[in-house]
């Protein structure tokens, strides 16, 4: 049986108390715990980024994190971007560009960009292409992913 | 080509798009139901293995093991085989293996580490046989068998005259052979003769949402939730295997997170049934993205183009080899080396054609659908051959192709379908892009530019069928009912667009129905880029039929005939009267009416067509590069990537745009560096950490697509765009690089160690 950890995580503004294992991960944590679904966990193996979240704002991939190192901090989520209901600049950027195809890799990509844009707010493209190679996206190229992320600085998104 | 102006030119926020920005979007792989348990799957260590015994009692007895599954359930089933036409490839392996990774046992436990850990307590007795794994091992003289006896199923259908053969020799699987003239005797009248070899490679789709299936079954019922992309055909596949009339099987669709061909047909579906029915319990199988690497690839393949021209620079005619890859199982290998075979001669005009194409079993991954469909391979071997033999014959390979390509209304074949594309706009488009004309003269030094074209083409689907249903409710809302699905590459956007503008509603009015094929009409798939042309129709045709019958209706009620009356924003305008739909609905059947219209595309066998059916519409790819060569460490760096696409119409540009650019990356990622390799008998390199797919630092530098509007036989003129970024991009960059460095790479992928062997060996 394994050790049984308490916790306190804010996830998306909210304050959770959780006893979690000392094996589970953070993805697990966020998609079964706590029904967080738009982390989706692709490669399982930190290549992928499709499990990206936020944590303190920087990004950090769920599915190869235990739970257990995040006690005390703070996470956003996919679901804790758009506050009120109202999209955040970017996810309408990669709403209104079509930045997305099978949208899988989206919410990692949407958290990914917004840690970008957080700390350099005039990203180039070459310091966007960098930046992007955290998160595979397998269907759009990247290129309408790579206009979005400068549709979204144009916005003020950082 | 039509000209009318298109009525999709605004931009539009594609339906599916505020689920995906949001994580509301629920893929199969967010499914849970109560009592779900999770399944997890043992694979051969071996290439080639038969298997004396399985012993699972210790994992049958680990608590919270609820189900083992092996090749002895499986035999008890009606048929427990599937594939594509030929049907050799067990629900879970019947006394062989016969690659590493083939599935031998299966475990449905509570969760996923007890699955797992009952895996390492089942023991498997092999006794290992030699292993074939390539075509050249398989093909030779005594050869290790794969498959002792015939498989079920039959040839693919092609028509008259046409050759399609299953299982014609040991350790093949199946056999096209096409003829138009006389080949041999064309080639022996021509000025020059050219016979080249090409070598294709292997990739997988890597699709991020990774194969996942949830199944609830009982004697009466069987019900999947799959991330499959042709719920019908997965329908009638479990209905044979299980023996079930098909009408007691249920497949649910979700949106799908990516598969590229890799969710097409039948795979591990009937295992997760298996499972579900012998544990009483819903079962959930999500692969990881590991196995995912051990499930279907492209095909490999060796393509031998012996090609005929004149002094003038005419081209006679063409006889071709090509033998691809089959890996162990079928899957629809019968099918991709018929649409290689029958594409390898490119969109030029011939005298006479020859081509005989084998799908050949080894002890490796099973090759299956991708993206392209053999198209791929055919157009790196074509496009690269037609640029050798310009350079050859110092002809300008602008001028050679301009020369011989076929014009708007040239049939293929005859028999086939006409051009319904302007080849030459499209060059010429990218020629153009590409400052082709303006380059720059040669210069000498370490770092060398080349400049390449190509003209990739594919046929779009033959024997499609789609029917579709448009429910609109008395608010004007409606919902559409097909079973396309969502798998990333716009279907609901456009199809909805396709309904809202035969109703004249506003696009956010239309939404499109979950899938699921108790409910959802027929559809054959979701394949050939066919579904904004096939299923497109069927819901023009639905919404058209709902559209006469609102007419019908509100002519009855007004006392006048249906063409006094046109439906706009919903209302009905007689002249300038304005009457509002919805109460006049009310006043008549009460609340809640709705009309439902129904709608059908079906394109029926013909023996006189080459493939068995006229093809629908032609996909060409037109592909422009600028490439600097290092010729001291071989490195190849794309410049400049132009990629071209033809649209027919475009019923949401920006997704149009989305598709060339995603296919054109991974045909992109393919020639320079992405394969799934083995070393002897094992993959070395089936795990995401170390296969590698393109990153966004690896865009070319600069990187243009254009999409051409030249008129297709779908919806507003619309035809399937999907899969024509992945035909010319590998010719393209090997031309470029010739052009470049003076040296040609006939194999893929043109790795720094290829291109540096090539020029050292130059030297």
Not at chain 1, 87 to 93: F, G, N, T, Y
């Amino acid at each position: 049986m394994s050790q049984l950890i308490d916790i306190t995580l804010t996830v998306n503004d909210r304050s959770h108390r959780l006893s979690v294992s000392a094996r589970q991960v953070l993805a697990d944590l966020l998609r079964e715990d706590l029904q967080l679904t738009g982390c989706k966990i692709g490669c399982d193996q930190a290549v992928c980024g499709a499990c990206t979240v936020l944590v303190e704002g920087m990004p950090v991939t769920a599915c190869a994190s235990f739970a257990f190192e995040f006690d005390g901090k703070a996470l956003t989520t996919i679901e804790g971007l758009a506050a009120g209901g109202v999209l955040d600049p970017v996810q309408r950027a990669f709403l209104e560009q079509n930045a997305f195809q099978c949208g899988f890799c989206t919410p990692g990509m949407i958290l990914s960009v917004k840690a970008l844009l957080a700390r350099h707010p005039d990203a180039d493209e070459p310091l966007i292409r960098q930046w992007l190679d955290a998160n595979i996206c397998r269907c759009t190229g990247y290129q309408m992913i790579v206009e979005a992320v400068r549709a979204a600085a144009r916005a003020g998104a950082g | 080509m039509d000209d009318s102006p298109s009525p999709f030119r605004t931009p539009v926020i594609p339906l599916d798009g505020p689920d995906k920005v949001t994580g509301a979007a629920r893929y199969t792989f967010d499914l849970s139901l109560p009592g779900m348990l999770h399944a997890k799957v043992l694979r051969s260590p071996h290439p080639h293995s038969r298997i004396r015994s399985i012993d699972a009692r210790r994992a049958e007895s680990l608590a919270g093991v609820a189900a083992v599954v092996t090749g002895a359930d499986a035999v008890r089933l009606p048929d427990p085989y599937y594939g594509v036409a030929i049907r050799d490839q067990p629900v879970i392996a019947i006394d062989k293996v016969r690659y590493v990774g083939d599935m031998v046992a299966a475990v449905a436990a509570i969760d996923e580490e007890t699955a797992y850990r009952a895996l390492s307590l089942i023991e498997v007795q092999y006794e290992p046989l030699p292993a074939v794994m390539t075509v050249e091992e398989a093909l030779a003289d005594g050869a290790p068998l794969l498959f002792e006896a015939p498989a079920g199923g039959g040839a693919v259908l092609v028509g008259e005259g046409v050759i399609s053969l299953k299982e014609p020799r040991p350790n093949v699987l199946s056999e096209f052979g096409y003829r138009n003239g006389d080949a041999e005797a064309v080639l022996a009248g021509s000025d020059h003769v050219f016979e080249d070899r090409f070598t294709f490679s292997r990739i997988n789709h890597f699709h991020l949402e990774p194969y996942v299936n949830v199944a609830r079954a009982s004697s009466e019922q069987i019900e999947l939730w799959s991330c499959n992309q042709d719920p019908f055909v997965l329908r009638n596949d479990i209905a044979r295997i299980f023996g079930r009339p098909a009408n007691t099987v249920r497949i649910h669709a979700s949106y799908v997170g990516g598969g590229f061909g890799g969710k097409s047909f039948c795979k591990m579906e009937p295992l997760v049934v298996l499972l579900a029915l012998k544990a009483g319990r819903p079962v959930r199988l999500c692969l990881s993205l590991d196995e995912g690497l051990l499930t279907l690839t492209k095909h490999a393949g060796v393509l031998v183009l012996k090609t005929g021209v004149m002094a003038d620079g005419r081209l006679t005619a063409r006889n071709s080899e090509i033998q691809l890859d089959a890996g162990a199982y079928a899957d629809a290998s019968a099918m991709t080396v018929i649409k290689a075979g029958y594409r390898i001669t490119g969109p030029y005009r011939w005298a006479a054609v020859a081509t005989r194409a084998y799908a050949v079993r080894t002890n490796s991954v099973p090759a299956g659908s991708f993206r392209g469909f053999g198209g791929t391979q055919a157009s790196f071997a074509s496009e690269s051959q037609i640029d050798m033999i310009a350079r050859r014959l110092g002809i300008d390979p602008y001028e050679f192709r301009r020369k011989n390509l076929l014009a708007f209304g040239d049939p293929f074949q005859p028999g086939d379908s006409g051009m319904d594309s302007d080849l030459l706009a499209g060059l010429d488009a990218v020629v153009d892009r590409l400052g082709y004309r303006r380059r720059a003269p040669p210069v000498a030094g370490t770092k060398r530019r080349g400049t390449g074209f190509a003209i990739g083409i594919k046929d779009g689907g033959g024997t499609n069928y789609a029917q579709a249903l448009v429910k609109v409710l008395p608010s004007g809302r409606a919902i559409v009912n097909a079973a396309t699905v969502e798998i990333g590459q716009g279907a609901t956007t456009a199809l909805c667009r396709i309904a809202a503008e035969t109703l004249g509603l506003p696009l956010d009015w239309v939404r499109y129905g979950a899938i699921d094929t108790d409910h959802t009409p027929l559809n054959s798939g979701t394949h050939v880029s066919c579904a904004t042309t096939v299923t497109g129709l069927a819901i023009e045709r639905a919404a058209a039929d709902a559209l006469r019958q609102l007419l019908e209706f509100a002519a009855d009620r007004l006392g006048c005939s249906t063409g006094d009356l046109t439906l706009v924003h919903w209302t009905v305008r007689q002249g300038n009267y304005v009457h509002s739909l919805e109460p006049m609905i009310d006043d008549y059947f009460g609340a809640g009416y709705e009309f439902i219209g129904r709608g059908g595309a079906g394109f029926a066998y013909d023996p006189a067509a080459p493939l068995g059916a006229r093809n629908l519409f032609w996909i060409p790819s037109w592909v422009g590069v600028e490439v600097e060569v290092d010729c001291e460490t071989g490195r190849v760096v794309v410049k400049h990537l132009v990629v071209g696409a033809d649209s027919g119409t475009s019923v949401n540009a920006q997704a149009c745009r989305g598709q060339v650019e995603g296919a054109a990356l991974q045909a992109f990622g393919q020639s320079l560096f992405e394969e799934l390799r083995y070393d002897g008998t094992e993959p070395v390199n089936a795990t995401p950490l170390a296969y590698r797919v393109p990153l966004a630092s690896d865009l070319p530098e600069r990187y243009e697509s254009f999409v051409v509007e030249h008129g297709g036989p779908g919806p507003f003129g619309a035809k399937g765009i999907g899969e024509s970024g992945m035909l010319g991009v590998a010719a393209a960059i090997a031309n470029a690089i010739e052009d470049a460095v003076g040296v040609r790479l006939t194999q893929i992928p043109f790795t720094p160690e290829r291109v540096l062997t090539a020029i050292e060996g130059a030297r």
